[in-house]
């Protein structure tokens, strides 16, 4: 079993493609979209690469069909897909996409050794190795911003199957 976990983000990428939506989303908690199943004719790009990865303007975590499949290998709780599809305006191409969701925000921080700022907002996250010992990834309980955690076994998937548009920060965890 691994000790180390990464934040996953988005390649800083000039050339990438930014998916915007057509939707006006009313879901203020990241953690409500396990209400919806599908969200047709959502996102469009106009310009870019279109990668594993996709930025978009609502910050959602869009992954493609690839992606998705290697996540699914993988362990997690309460994960809940999202299918919705990504119109390139410049080939009229439509792509399979998926918004990776989870039902709830898991008991996984180190409450004693991570930071806060007065409102009680996480500034540094510390895991607890005991609570995601048996995870592969699972969402950071942020307040204003979703961040995706992942196993170094599951770093090395995508790296080893070349997904695009990914790059990773170290976290901290605690026994």
């Known amino acids: 079993m691994s000790k180390l976990f990464y934040n996953l983000h988005l390649l800083d990428n000039k050339d990438g ?15 409500t979209l396990y209400q919806i199943t599908e969200l047709n004719n959502c996102f469009s790009i106009e310009n870019g ?11 959602w975590p869009l992954m493609s069909e690839r992606m998705k499949i290697i996540f699914e290998q993988f362990n997690s709780q309460g994960v809940h897909w999202i299918k919705t599809n990504v119109y390139d305006l410049r080939s009229a191409n439509y ?12 008991d996984v921080i180190n409450v004693e050794e991570s930071s806060y700022d007065d409102s009680g907002l996480i500034l540094v996250p510390v895991f607890s190795l005991d609570k995601i010992k048996y995870l592969d990834f699972f969402p950071q309980p942020d307040k204003y911003d979703l961040n995706i955690v992942i196993s170094a076994r599951l770093k090395s998937k995508l790296h080893m199957e070349k997904i695009t548009g990914i790059d990773f920060s170290s976290t ?4």
């Open 49 to 59: 690469i279109i990668e594993d990865y996709l930025a978009n303007d609502i910050g």
């Open 172 to 175: 901290l965890v605690s026994k």
């Open 17 to 31: 493609a930014v998916a915007t939506t057509s939707i006006e989303h009313e879901f203020t908690d990241y953690f």
């Open 95 to 106: 792509y399979n996409y998926y918004v990776l969701g989870f039902k709830e925000k898991l």
